[in-house]
């Protein structure tokens, strides 16, 4: 058996290199002169951060103003957090020889692996978005659109008529059942059995869980060794899959992403070199799971939930159905992820000496626009506490206020993706129910997300077919 055919052996290297993914990170001089911050041990700084996001961002924006630093374990690092768009502008904008978003990314390595899309940099970063792209642009988009309705016509069809449930938890399934089904094209119920509470327990995890990537020795303990556990189950299972898709008889005709991805650098013409390994796809799949499973869930958990809160907004939604009018259900989603940011901050690792909102922030400094602020700011906002899907119709919203899927060079591959498959499930659901939120919510940290802490209940009464 050869290394490439021992997964558990490729499961214990990606934790061992977990330290050195990205490469070596500068480290900033103890007496740099940063933005104003808390003085609190660096411990409990993470652990507000980690923990406590929703209050803390908003905390030290009203403390410290619209720049602040906040100093992160291990070894006290400075992470300066950003608020305003000219700012996010010069993040997003920033040299990405310079700007390095893999070394800022490095706790989610031994999960993502090194060859994951969020973890490169440079022209590794380069390669891979160059690869990815295909299978995200606009032609592929409609060649997924018409599965991915119809997993939300049968996930609706599903629910019972005047129940109430936890909307995260349908959305979680939904959207886990388009991952697997569209974009690692398994059809066998048998592995898609074996690879859901795998996948789930990747995923529903508290961010303790993640100081353990930080802190090698806890993985052989508690919490953190049943997560290393699991992702060797995780891994046997998806090798499975791309091993046996590389000889699948209909391999040319298949239009999930992975056969997509096989396919790359076998076309005529093709650069052998533009291959994916392995390796390089198993990182690559794992990368679009964890960044569009319970990202779009919770996008279209809160986006229920409010419209059955509001219900002139709700009836506006039933008629954008009826209409076929898929921007208003694009506009709500838009709202949703703004009012509830599910990711709270894009950040970045300095590798040079840089400018970056008037201050002189040393090698090694991590700088990272809060998503969480940017979108409760009312000169960006207006009555920014407020649901108010108007705010995307007919218009973008001006440059670098609306932040969900990052910006710049590094900005989500599958933004379009995820808007795609929500506006096709909101519109399965209002084409079918009435929703009524059960009363209220508010959000809570799960891992690197955050979703609503009650799960968003909802009361679905099914409305009647029309006759004829």
């Known amino acids: ?75 006290a690092r400075p992470l300066v957090m950003l608020t305003r768009p000219e700012h996010t502008k010069e993040v997003f904008a920033g040299d990405p020889e310079v700007f390095h978003a893999g ?24 390669r891979a978005r160059k690869l990815l792209m295909p299978a995200f642009n606009g032609q592929a988009l409609k060649g997924y659109a018409d599965l991915v309705a119809d997993l939300a016509r049968d996930e609706v069809a599903y629910w019972p008529d005047d129940a109430r449930f936890r909307s995260l938890d349908r959305m979680n399934v939904l959207t886990l059942e388009v991952i697997l089904r569209v974009v690692f094209g398994v059809t066998d119920e048998r592995r898609l059995a074996l690879m859901r509470p795998r996948v789930n327990a990747t995923v529903d995890i508290e961010p303790v869980v993640l100081l353990g990537w930080t802190y090698p020795r806890l993985q052989k303990v508690g919490v953190w060794r049943r997560a290393v556990d699991n992702q060797y189950e995780l891994d046997r299972l998806i090798h499975a899959e791309i091993r046996e898709r590389r000889v699948a008889p209909d391999l040319a005709e298949r239009t999930d992403v992975l056969s997509r991805l096989i396919r790359v650098g076998h076309e005529p013409g093709a650069d ?22 319970e990202t779009t869930a919770t996008a279209l958990a ?24 898929d921007a208003w259900l694009e506009a709500v989603l838009k709202e949703a992820m703004r009012l509830h940011p599910v990711i709270p901050m894009v950040v970045r690792t300095l590798l040079e000496p840089t400018t970056v909102a008037g201050h002189d922030l040393p090698a090694g400094t991590t700088v990272g626009p809060s998503i969480v602020v940017t979108h409760q700011r009312d000169d960006l906002h207006p009555d920014p506490e407020v649901f108010r899907p108007e705010r995307f119709l007919g218009q973008n919203p001006p ?3 609306w932040i969900p899927f990052g910006g710049g060079v590094r900005r989500c591959i599958g933004a379009g993706f995820s808007v795609m498959e929500g506006v096709a499930v909101l519109r399965e ?15 809570k940290v799960r891992n690197i ?20």
């Open 302 to 325: 809160w986006s229920l939930h409010e419209l059955g809160r509001h219900p002139e907004l709700h009836a506006r939604t039933v008629d954008a159905v009826r209409e076929g009018d």
């Open 399 to 401: 440059a670098n206020t």
């Open 103 to 126: 070394k800022a990314n490095s706790i989610l390595g031994p999960v993502m692996g090194r060859h994951s899309l969020l973890l490169q940099d440079s022209t590794e970063h380069q």
């Open 1 to 75: 058996m050869t290394a490439l055919d021992d997964v558990p052996l490729l499961t214990a290297q990606r934790f061992r290199a977990t330290s050195s993914v990205g490469g070596s990170t500068p480290v900033p001089p103890r007496g740099a002169v940063l933005p104003p911050g808390p003085r609190w041990p660096a411990l409990a700084q993470t652990v507000a951060l980690m923990r406590f996001r929703h209050w803390f961002h908003p905390y030290l924006h009203r403390r410290y103003g619209d720049v602040f630093t906040v100093r992160l374990v291990p070894g």
């Open 272 to 293: 052998p070199a533009d291959r994916l390994s392995d390796v390089e796809l198993r990182d690559q799949l794992v990368t679009l799971l964890l960044a569009g499973h």
């Open 429 to 443: 659901v209002f084409r079918s129910f009435d929703v009524e939120a059960v009363g209220d919510d508010v959000p």
């Open 449 to 468: 997300t955050s979703v609503p802490r009650g799960g968003a209940v909802v009361r679905a009464v099914r409305r009647p077919r029309p006759e004829g």
